[in-house]
């Protein structure tokens, strides 16, 4: 028998038992070892009753006082115990014949349960029990704490427990699941070794703490964690020296195009900027393939940085990709390259799903050095690059960790590797980003250009929708521009399209002098378009939208934003939905329309929104409130779906984890590939994307 064998290899189990531990994510006979249980019983003891207290699980050996049925309003047989210490009812509303004459005045009972609070004092609905001869039998106790298992239909814990109990069994042979981290690495942070991890996780000595090891807290299932997460970062790792490895043409021009740009801008690049500009252009000095991340909040100016990085590229004669998540995105991003690329005579083309431009592909064919924006169309519709040398993604957080590495692989033939920029808006803790990028380099813009003034955000209930609509009607009225977000619980673009039909149509009758817009997700995608066009140039007063307008939109004219149902939307949304105002330099405001009453949740999520802009302060929050999985955006899960590590719980294992999967690559790359095929499973996730 191997680790790695299929769990049916096991004794007695069929391929019914064996689809159900499918169901449960138990393929090979070690995964039976990675099930981690819910919680744990304490059968090694005995109790005494009078120490029993509500909410407690434990196992009694107790003699029978009293056994009656009660015909109340529901039948219950009720059987009053004692062990000389206290007192202890056991409740049955079900029960048989059988079960009411084995239960008689002066027998021992032996019952595990969990005691409540009954109307005479603590009792135990439908325990387990069994009735004993005499104190003594009852006295014999599990060795060691009982785990208990998530299970299924048709799948017992006993059953799981035998399965488990035989898996055990087997680490005694030698070489069946041998322990993967040398024990320089474990002793460093103090771990225990696997094996004795795994007994421990399944068959926890009495004296260990069952709370600890459910809630993975625990030593023994940290250093599962640990292992996880070495496994992770040794294979994005692995995979960013076998990048780097190849060749990237080295983007090294004398920097006057670069200048030129700069002069051009009309403003200053912030100090975080020219930073993480410079952090650019080091790397793209290089022979080797850039792999950067720019975090950066909401309108801290990511577009420049990622065009200085083109225009750099473009002068040592090098083509850039720049990819958007949205076609919005895209022709923004067009608008903004053209204007300020065109002046250096660096040409700018736009490739969306639509808009094929056989004059601009034949130029991209040539390998002309321009800079192609578009959506992934620009890698989809066979947009050919004659001399690729970087590409950019913006808004990565949009985007799968799968397409971000398939892009990758987007190489440029003989010339080897475009150096690549990610840019995301989405800032995480560092050590997050050490586990979900570890394949990464990461620069981050820490500071918003100047002149922008603080939105200031109120949270005010949907009765008071009528002053909300007055305060639009004033900022149209002195020249400003307002956002209306419809928001749906389902996050069903449909029915939240149906209600922005709606509401504009509303907010129309009551706004007769505002000219007001809309734009959603189902409509055809030029009207989408002419709308947000219309907005941008100041046509439309008031645009009422879905969440499409979320990602990147800039019209510094806006200055007012309401949130419809804001306290049905995740922290990260709203931030980034609030950062479509407070970019020009009158003052700007949020209100965040709610549904009363407010759960808690809400309530913290609204107030944050309130207190802080800093996005840094919001991402922690919405990790507290959220979790790792969520705010990594579902679509990434792949990056953070882990078994046994919580990248919250475990972020203090991260940094160690990292020099641990550097140290296995160079003293013992073998290691890496069991480490990924015991934890990546399958489809080996970073290895061959
Ligand atoms: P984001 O980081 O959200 O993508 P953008 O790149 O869209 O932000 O920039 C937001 C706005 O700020 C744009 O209008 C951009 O031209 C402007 N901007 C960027 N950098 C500066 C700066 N250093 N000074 C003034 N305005 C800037
Ligand atoms: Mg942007």
């Known amino acids: ?392 993604i913006d808004e990565q957080h949009r985007f799968g960790v799968h397409q971000r590495l398939a892009l990758r692989d987007k190489g440029t033939g003989d010339a080897g590797m475009p150096h690549q920029l990610i840019m995301t808006a989405t800032p995480i803790p560092r050590t997050l980003a050490m586990s979900a990028y570890a394949d990464l380099d990461t620069s981050v813009i820490d500071e918003l250009p100047p002149g922008r003034t603080p939105v200031t955000t109120v949270a005010v209930p949907d009765s008071r929708r009528g002053e909300v609509v007055d305060r639009i009607a004033a900022a149209c009225a002195a020249g400003r521009q307002a956002y209306w977000v419809c928001t749906l619980i389902e996050e069903s673009e449909s029915l939240a399209a149906r209600a922005a039909e709606a509401t504009a149509e509303e907010l129309a009758q009551a706004l007769p002098a505002a000219q007001v817009g809309l734009a959603h997700g189902r409509m055809k995608a030029d009207a989408k378009e002419r709308a947000m066009r219309a907005f941008k140039e100041g046509r439309i007063d008031l645009l009422v939208a879905t969440t499409v307008i979320e990602v990147g939109v800039d019209v510094p004219n806006a200055s007012l934003m309401v949130i419809e149902n804001a306290e049905r939307l995740g922290l990260a949304q709203l931030h980034q939905l609030r950062g479509r105002v407070g970019r020009g330099d009158v003052e700007s405001h949020c209100v965040l329309l709610y549904q009363p009453p407010l759960g808690e949740i809400a309530r913290r999520r609204l107030a944050v929104l309130r207190e802080t802009a800093d996005g840094f302060e919001i991402a922690r929050e919405d990790l507290k409130l959220r979790g790792p999985g969520e705010v990594l955006g579902r679509r990434q899960s792949g990056a953070v779906a882990f078994r046994v590590a919580d990248l919250l719980r475990d972020a203090d294992l991260a940094p160690a984890a990292q020099a641990a999967a550097d140290r296995l690559l160079t003293a013992h790359p073998e290691v890496v590939d069991t480490l990924a095929a015991r934890w990546l499973g399958a489809d080996r996730r970073y290895a061959d994307a």
Do not use: C
């Open 1 to 392: 028998m191997n680790a790695d064998d299929p769990v049916v290899s096991l004794e007695g189990i069929g391929p019914a038992l064996a689809d159900k531990l499918a169901g449960l994510g138990v393929e090979r006979v070690a995964d039976l070892l990675w099930h981690r249980p819910l919680r744990y019983e304490d059968r090694t003891r005995v109790a005494s009753l009078a120490s029993l207290r509500p909410g407690l699980h434990a196992l009694i050996v107790a003699r029978i006082e009293h056994a009656e049925i009660r015909h109340g309003r529901r039948r219950s047989l009720l059987v009053s115990l004692t062990d000389g210490s206290g007192r202890l009812r056991l409740r049955f509303f079900h029960f048989g014949d059988r079960q009411v004459r084995a239960l008689q005045a002066g027998g021992w009972v032996r019952a595990f349960g969990e005691a409540r609070a009954g109307p005479q004092g603590l009792e135990m609905v439908h325990p387990e029990y069994r009735v004993v001869a005499d104190r003594g039998a009852g006295e014999r106790v599990a060795p060691t704490l009982t785990p208990v298992y998530p299970a299924t239909q048709g799948l017992t814990q006993a059953r799981l427990r035998h399965l488990v109990g035989q898996v055990l069994a087997m680490l005694e042979r030698p070489g069946f699941l041998p322990d993967p981290l040398p024990a320089e690495i474990r002793d460093d942070r103090g771990l225990p070794d696997l094996h004795e991890a795994l007994r421990t996780i399944h068959a926890p000595p009495p004296e260990a703490d069952p709370a600890a090891l459910a809630a993975g807290t625990h030593p023994a299932v940290r250093r599962l964690a640990f292992e996880e997460l070495v496994a992770h970062q040794a294979s994005l790792r692995a995979r960013r020296r076998a990048l780097q490895a190849l060749q990237a043409p080295p983007l090294r021009p004398d920097g006057g195009l670069l200048r030129r740009f700069h002069a051009g801008l009309g403003f200053e690049p912030t100090a975080a900027q020219r930073r993480v500009i410079g952090e650019i252009l080091a790397d793209l000095a290089h022979g080797r393939p850039m792999l950067r991340l720019v975090q950066g909040d909401v309108g801290s100016g990511k577009t420049v940085v990622a065009a200085a990085a083109a225009v750099t590229a473009a002068e040592a004669g090098w083509q850039t990709a720049f990819m958007a998540p949205t076609e919005l995105l895209a022709e923004q991003h067009y608008a903004s390259l053209s204007a300020w690329l065109a002046p250096l005579g660096v040409p700018v083309w736009l490739v969306t799903g639509r808009r094929g431009d056989a004059e601009a592909a034949a130029a991209m064919a040539g390998g002309e050095p321009g800079v192609a924006v578009g959506t992934h169309a620009l890698f989809q519709e066979g947009a050919g690059f004659g001399r690729l040398g970087l590409t950019v």
